[in-house]
Nanobody, 113 residues
Framework: QVQLVESGGGLVQAGGSLRLSCAASRSIFSFNVMEWYRQAPGKQRELVAVVTGSGSANYADSVKGRFAISRDNAKSTVYLQMNSLKPEDTAVYYC???????WGQGTQVTVSS
C-alpha cells in the first residue's frame, strides 16, 4: 500500500509556471513507471506525462516542450514542472503509480487568461 499526496497547484496567469510535487508514503524505487494525469471539468482524465525508473520521459502532445516530469527516488517524490501555462491547462492534476494502481487526491491548477 502507498499513499500519494500532490501539492503545488494554484492560480497562475497564462504564461506562468508551476511545479507540482507528488510525495509517496514509501520508497518509489520499486515503482518503475510513474505518471501525471489531469482532468478538466466535463472531460475525461488524460495522461500528461510518464517517467520510468531510469528517468526516461514521455509527454502528451499538448504539453510537449512546456512540461517536464522528473523523479527523486531518495525523496520518494515525482515532480511536474509546468511552464508557459495556458488556460486549457486548467484541471485537477493527479499522480498515478501503475504498479498497484495507486492515485493521489489531486491538486487544482487554474490558469487565467
Amino acid at each position: 500500500q502507498v499513499q500519494l499526496v500532490e501539492s503545488g497547484g494554484g492560480l497562475v496567469q497564462a504564461g506562468g509556471s508551476l511545479r507540482l510535487s507528488c510525495a509517496a508514503s514509501r520508497s518509489i524505487f520499486s515503482f518503475n513507471v510513474m505518471e501525471w494525469y489531469r482532468q478538466a471539468p466535463g472531460k475525461q482524465r488524460e495522461l500528461v506525462a510518464v517517467v520510468t525508473g531510469s528517468g526516461s520521459a514521455n509527454y502528451a502532445d499538448s504539453v510537449k516542450g512546456r512540461f517536464a516530469i522528473s523523479r527523486d527516488n531518495a525523496k520518494s517524490t515525482v515532480y511536474l514542472q509546468m511552464n508557459s501555462l495556458k488556460p486549457e491547462d486548467t484541471a485537477v492534476y493527479y499522480c498515478h503509480v501503475i504498479r498497484g494502481n495507486y492515485w493521489g487526491q489531486g491538486t487544482q491548477v487554474t490558469v487565467s487568461s
